[in-house]
């Protein structure tokens, strides 16, 4: 069965950074992806960022770039993703999944996984 946890979120202060992580289990190889998104209250599902596990390559939204970056340690099957320079914009629920779908560019970005497994999603809360 493979599950994804993730941790790290909390409440800060706008200007604050925060790391959260995703870490994996269940999968017995490192060949896939890990996304990150969030959902804000009454707003869709946003994809913020893709990792490949085995390679390190990623990408990243445009909404995002330049104050979050996500990174692995494939030894840990764990995904991070440092937000810095947070604002009250970017409160809302952050979940990674071992599905990534994302814009950059003028290009979508998408990649999915036979077990599509989506972590239970970690609240960050950045006040003014």
């Known amino acids: 069965q493979v599950q994804l946890v993730e941790s790290g979120g909390g409440q800060v202060q706008t200007g604050g950074s925060l790391r959260l992580s995703c870490v994996t289990s269940?999968?017995?190889?490192?060949?896939?992806?890990i996304g990150w998104f969030r959902r804000a209250l009454g707003k869709e599902r946003e994809g913020l960022s893709c990792i490949n596990m085995r390679e390190g390559l990623t990408e990243h939204a445009d909404s995002i770039k330049g104050r979050f970056t996500t990174s692995r340690d494939r030894f840990k099957h764990t995904a991070y993703l440092q937000m810095n320079n947070l604002n009250p914009d970017d409160t809302a629920t952050y979940s990674c999944s071992t599905y990534c779908d994302l814009i950059t560019g003028d290009f979508r970005y998408e990649v999915s996984h036979w077990s599509h497994s989506w972590g239970q999603g970690i609240q960050v809360t950045v006040s003014s």
């Open positions: 269940g999968l017995t190889s490192d060949s896939y992806s």
